[in-house]
C-alpha cells in the first residue's frame, strides 16, 4: 500500500514496515511537530505544552486511523528534527516516502520563511505533488487568517491548528490520508 515515490539512491534498503504509509512531519524547531506527533499517535501522556525537548534525528509514531471511503489505514509518521545538523539523515528518512506534512508555528514569520527550505528538501527532493503534502500553520486557529504561502508552496492544502484545541489537527491528517 505504501507509495515508493522516491528516487533517492544508495540510501539502504526500505525501513518502512510493508503495507503501511510513511508521512514524514518537517519544518522548523520548536513548531510543534512533536507534540503534534504525540497527539495524533494517541501519546497524550507526552503532550507537554511547556518544555521542548529537541527530537534527536527522528522518531517514529505508529498511527491507525479509519479514513471513510477507504477503511482502515497505518501509517508511520516520521518526526523528524528541525535541526539541520542531521541534514546527513535526510536522504535515509525520504526514502519511500507517501506524504509529508510541513509544520510551522504561524505566530512567527521567520519559520514561515523557513518552510521553504523544507519544502525544497523534503517535497520537491521527493518530487511528491501537491496533493501528498499538507501544511500545519501551528499556533493558530480556525478563526485565524490561513497565512499566505511562499510562491513555491502554494496550491498544498493549509490547516491552521494548535495543540490546545488539536481536532483539526486530526481532521488534516485524515484528509491527507484520503488523497494518498
Ligand atoms: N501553547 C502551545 N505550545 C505549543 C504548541 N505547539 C508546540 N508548542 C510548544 O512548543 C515547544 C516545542 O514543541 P515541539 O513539538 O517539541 O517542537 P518540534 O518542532 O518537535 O521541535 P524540534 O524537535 O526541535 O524540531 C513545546 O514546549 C511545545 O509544547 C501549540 O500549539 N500551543
Ligand atoms: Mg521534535
Known amino acids: 500500500m505504501a507509495a ?7 540510501s539502504g534498503p526500505s525501513m518502512v514496515a510493508p503495507g503501511k504509509f510513511k508521512i514524514l512531519l518537517v519544518g522548523p524547531s520548536r513548531s510543534g511537530k512533536s507534540g503534534v506527533a504525540n497527539f495524533l499517535g494517541g501519546l497524550t501522556d507526552s503532550l507537554d505544552l511547556e518544555n521542548h525537548t529537541p527530537t534527536a534525528a527522528c522518531r517514529i509514531v505508529e498511527v491507525e486511523r479509519d479514513i471513510p471511503g477507504r477503511g482502515h489505514v497505518s501509517a508511520e509518521l516520521w518526526d523528524v528534527s528541525g535541526n539541520p545538523q542531521y541534514e546527513g539523515c535526510w ?5 519511500d516516502v507517501s506524504a509529508t ?6 505566530a512567527d514569520d521567520a519559520q514561515l520563511h523557513m518552510l521553504e527550505n523544507w519544502h525544497a528538501a523534503f517535497v520537491l527532493e521527493s518530487k511528491l505533488p501537491k496533493s ?15 497565512p499566505a504561502l511562499p510562491h513555491k508552496l502554494r496550491g498544498i492544502p493549509v490547516v491552521p491548528c494548535n495543540l490546545e484545541t488539536p481536532a483539526a489537527i486530526r481532521d488534516g491528517l485524515d484528509d491527507l490520508l484520503s488523497r494518498i
Open 132 to 146: 501528498k503534502c499538507l501544511v500545519l500553520a501551528n499556533y493558530g486557529s480556525e478563526a485565524t487568517a490561513k
Open 101 to 106: 506534512v510541513l509544520c510551522f508555528n504561524a
Open 91 to 95: 536522504p535515509a528518512i525520504r526514502k
Open 4 to 10: 515508493a515515490a522516491s528516487d533517492e539512491k544508495g
